[in-house]
């Protein structure tokens, strides 16, 4: 931790943030954060600049104010995961959608959730969709949660998937079962019931197709392009011997190094099944671990950790978004 705090003193706001439990999501990060590092609305969504913030309650007020002096009022619209978020960025200009409203002059929406799932980042957009007046795209940009906690043997893999915090909601599930009884009764008229702990296991091939299905579903109803980018891992996209000094010291713990060795050993999978299902679905496919393959020669600093990125790794990753467009 000194080591990392020492290198990117930033981290500290970000480790500091709490979850808050929301119905159908399960957990969002706290809103109305305040501090130089992180700003977060009512929402717990996360506001692309952070200059005269305290009259502004949402990002939606936040696009309004960026767009009075604007000819064009579309909106971009980016979901995923703490990379979305900006975990690791110096300050809310340094986020993957600050970077994207500043280079093309068109507000995006930080929809970006720490920890979610890519179920979650769906529900995320569902939850806020009539906040949305003039949508021109949705990026997504995920898929190494998704694939991480279908590696790691303490996320339970049953229907409708593993999330970040799913033993925890299940323990105190279990303690919300009614009076005795309302127990007595249940037992008697379901008695042939299966025990709950019964729901079928999914893989991860079920949870992805599952996703990518309701991702073009939406963007049919909308009519709306969407663009799905493989999320970055740094054992993904740069060679060992081009890791930076810092980059070195940060991702050196050996008491979580082993959770990742199995990730790093799935990106060809990775990347064959969400390009498969995209293709599938005529969503467009882009893989930022290649765009990274590609920039890391220079032996840039780009990662604050395995998956979280510093300033200039967001910013390289907006410009490559942009050039989609």
């Known amino acids: 931790m000194k080591n990392r705090y020492k290198i990117c003193p930033q981290l500290k706001i ?5 979850l808050t439990y929301i119905n159908y999501l399960m957990f ?10 992180c700003n977060t609305d009512n929402y ?8 005269n913030l305290f009259p502004k309650k949402t990002i939606f007020e936040e696009c309004l104010e960026f767009n009075k002096k604007k000819s064009s009022k579309e909106q971009i619209i980016i979901l995923g995961g703490s990379q979305v978020f900006g975990v690791g960025s110096t300050n809310d200009m340094g986020t993957i959608s600050s970077n ?6 068109e507000f995006c929406f930080n929809l970006g959730g720490r920890a979610f799932n890519g179920f979650q980042e769906i529900i995320q957009f569902m939850l806020l969709i009539k906040n949305f007046k003039k949508i021109k795209k949705i990026i997504i940009l995920s898929g190494t949660n998704d694939f991480f906690m279908h590696s790691v043997k303490a996320y339970s893999k049953k229907y409708p998937g593993p999330m970040y915090n799913n033993q925890f909601f299940q323990d ?10 309302d127990q007595i009764i249940r037992k008697i008229k379901f008695e042939k019931n299966l025990p709950s702990e019964d729901f079928p296991e999914i893989n991860i091939n079920e949870v992805i197709e599952r996703n990518i299905e309701i991702i073009k579903l939406l ?6 392009e969407i663009e799905f980018y493989l999320s970055p891992y740094i054992f993904w996209g740069k060679k060992n011997n081009l ?5 070195k010291k940060l991702i050196n713990n050996p008491q979580t190094n082993h959770i990742y060795d199995e990730l790093t050993k799935k990106y060809n999978e990775t990347y064959e099944l969400y390009k498969n299902n995209c293709k599938k679905n005529s969503i467009n496919f882009y893989d930022l671990n290649e765009m990274i393959s590609k920039i890391s020669e220079r032996k840039e600093w780009l990662f604050t950790d395995r998956v979280h990125m510093t300033d200039l790794g967001y910013q390289h990753c907006a410009r490559y978004i942009l050039k989609n467009f």
């Open 14 to 18: 970000y480790d500091n943030i709490s």
């Open 28 to 37: 969002v990060q706290s809103p109305g954060i305040r501090s130089k590092v």
């Open 44 to 51: 717990g969504l996360r506001f692309n600049f952070n200059h």
């Open 100 to 105: 994207l409203t500043t280079l093309s002059d």
């Open 172 to 181: 105190n599930l279990k303690n919300l079962k009614g009076s005795l009884k």
């Open 219 to 224: 963007g049919k109803s909308l009519n709306v």
């Open 243 to 247: 890791f930076t000094d810092e980059e």
